[in-house]
């Protein structure tokens, strides 16, 4: 075998040398740090090919300085969420008011991992029965509604009984209206449960279904619907989830189903 030259050998030493030090020292191995730190960094190549300086924080990924190991070394790990709980009831009874459905965090998010989604959805409603089980009085004045969105989970009686497709829907039936005015609130609303009034506008035609459980079984309507009013009278209307979202509008006619594009769908509450 062919002996090496000392030059050679000064070499291998130098290298042997360095990549012990590079193992022990360079790199994210061991180093994975959260949120940012500053101190969270060695000497290494970093991701964009630059020697130098490198860091192992969840920073470094928005900063584009961290080392090359990172993504391996750190994996970036997803907020997880459990499923979303039962919706809760109503607020307050007898009155338009909201209800809640929340989730929790399993796991947080972790090296830049995605972010956790909202825990919390709120939803318009209404209950028809008091605190006491006794069925609320049926007042009169305007009309309360919401997106048509939150009518997808309906599928009860007024009783609670479990009521199937066919039978849900000959219980309803949908009213058009003449958008006359609202108020500036209505276009600025942008939490997540209200989202749906900025597509209210003045002169646009909308349909709101009426249907269990806010179709009354004693009038066969639901609160505001017009369907006693003259054509051209003035009507109240008024939006489930921000009190100052409401405005006025004039009957148009009653149809059985209603055929509005899906944002000027909303349905009584």
């Not at 949120?35 to 630059?50: A, E, I, L, P, Y």
């Not at 470094?60 to 970036?76: H, I, L, R």
């Not at 009831?89 to 956790?116: D, H, I, Y």
């Not at 079984?217 to 921000?242: I, P, T």
Request: charged share 20%; net charge negative; proline share 4%.
């Amino acid at each position: 075998m062919q002996l090496l030259s000392v030059d050679q050998r000064a070499l291998l030493v130098v290298a042997a040398l360095f990549g012990m030090y590079h193992f022990a020292e360079g790199g994210c191995s061991g180093r994975c740090c959260q949120g940012t730190d500053f101190t969270c960094s060695t000497t290494d190549w970093r991701m964009d090919r630059v020697y130098g300086t490198c860091y192992c924080d969840e920073r470094c990924v928005n900063t584009k300085d961290c080392c090359f190991d990172y993504p391996t070394e750190c994996p970036a790990q997803p907020c997880v969420v459990s499923e979303w709980s039962h919706w809760s009831g109503c607020a307050q009874p007898c009155q338009p008011s909201f209800r809640v459905r929340r989730r929790s965090v399993e796991r947080l998010p972790q090296n830049s991992g995605q972010a956790c989604p909202r825990l919390e959805e709120q939803a318009g409603c209404m209950e028809y029965q008091d605190r006491q089980g006794q069925f609320c009085a049926q007042t009169q004045g305007a009309a309360f509604i919401t997106t048509m969105e939150y009518s997808k989970g309906r599928s009860h009686d007024l009783y609670g009984a479990q009521m199937d497709a066919g039978q849900f829907y000959s219980y309803s039936f949908c009213m058009e209206f003449k958008m006359e005015s609202l108020t500036p609130h209505c276009t600025v609303e942008n939490r997540p449960n209200t989202r749906w009034m900025q597509y209210l506008r003045e002169g646009y035609t909308v349909c709101v279904t009426c249907q269990l459980p806010a179709l009354s079984n004693h009038s066969q309507g639901c609160q505001g619907d017009g369907d006693l009013a003259e054509r051209d009278q003035l009507l109240h209307w008024q939006a489930v989830g921000s009190p100052r979202c409401r405005g006025t509008w004039r009957k148009v006619q009653q149809l059985q189903h209603c055929s509005c594009p899906q944002v000027h769908s909303f349905v009584f509450i």
